[in-house]
């Protein structure tokens, strides 16, 4: 098919995929003329993926590249893949130099030891973990670091079914973009369902009147 | 103390400090001279929550001005406050008239009704698990909405911990700010113990050599 009817099918304007094009993040078309070029389903569908990356999950372009490299040329081992599509779609917050920083590490790596967990204290989550206790210390939300446990019990369940999600995949390429696709749409998710939880919580114990 | 003090103390820098006045997201200083304001601890304090919600939660200067407006004249019910923090910092993923959206619409009625949670259907965070469900479908990952219940329930348990978190505050004014803390901290926090239980879940399952 030729732009205006890859368009027509993806939803993206003209415009948008010759971007797309540009940066490297969709595969050029089959050219059939020193001007035109004609594309195929797989495109669609790399379309719909890029802007499941960009909409839903608020990916910058560079972002967007790095994971699709990586779906694309993937590592036979799983947790590999895993690994670096989480790095590209973790937005860590920006490093500090907070006296209070060393307490927030002590803090996270008791946490993980704790749980049993085992990851390193140098993984960017951890380290945006830290970010996060201490950004809360600076305001005088010292006692975030009480929820933690509750919050990783919930995760260690939410994880087990990401990685249920995963096996459950019929082929190699599936599992790749199943990655993908679980981490940045269970983000969302997973955001969206906290909320409606918090709603359900709170006129649990405050009933309307 | 003068604006170079506060920038100083904030960590914030002097331009950014006169724009967030400008935006009305910075109280202004006491005035002691035409060209001069006097600034306090408060001053301090605020600056390191916009700068908590600007970099740790993504939240555009509007967002910002949206939660701290809340925040300032806050409703006596926590559950408005709440549910005005969480509309203000929800990213909702731009609505589409995708024909499979009637499915999607169900199937995430049917799950809050499963669930027994006591949330409107029209919550723009249903809204929201909706364009998830839309755009997953679009991919080919219909399969998504398997997981959503596993999801929840570990999303249960979060939200009950976010209401002890609340009812824990102090006071009137530190219960209002914990529900801006423990909504764009907290989802922070989940997203980093999300990607480490999945690291530890994946090295349980895929052991490396």
Redesign the interface.
């Known amino acids: 098919m030729r732009i205006a009817e890859l368009s027509r099918r993806s939803g993206v304007a003209v415009a948008t995929i010759k971007y797309y094009l540009r940066e490297g993040v969709l595969p050029p078309g089959e050219r059939t003329s020193p001007n035109q070029a004609s594309y195929d389903d797989t495109h669609v ?1 790399r379309l ?2 890029v ?2 990356l960009v ?2 999950g ?1 990916l910058p372009i560079a972002a967007v590249r790095d994971v699709l490299e990586t779906v694309d040329a993937p590592d036979p ?3 590999k893949t ?2 670096t599509v ?1 790095l590209a779609v ?2 860590s ?2 490093p500090t130099d907070d006296p209070a920083r060393a307490a927030a590490e002590e803090a996270v790596a008791t946490l ?1 030891d704790t ?1 049993g ?3 390193p204290p140098d ?4 380290q ?2 830290v ?2 206790l201490v ?2 210390g ?4 010292e ?2 670091v ?3 446990p ?16 995963l ?2 995949a019929a082929s190699l390429d ?1 599992r790749l ?2 990655v993908v ?2 981490i940045v ?22 009933p ?1 009147p």
Do not use: M
């Open positions: 569908h719909r993926l802007r499941a909409d839903v608020g081992a799983v947790g895993l690994g989480q973790f937005r917050p920006p993980i749980l967990w085992n990851c993984h960017p989550a951890a945006a973990l970010g996060v950004t809360a600076s305001l005088g939300h006692r975030l009480e929820v933690l509750r919050y990783a019990a919930a995760c260690a369940a939410v994880a087990e079914s990401d990685l249920d999600y096996d459950g599936e973009e199943s696709v679980g749409l269970g983000d969302s998710a997973l955001a969206a369902l906290r909320r409606l939880a918090q709603v359900n919580e709170a006129l649990k114990r405050y309307e």
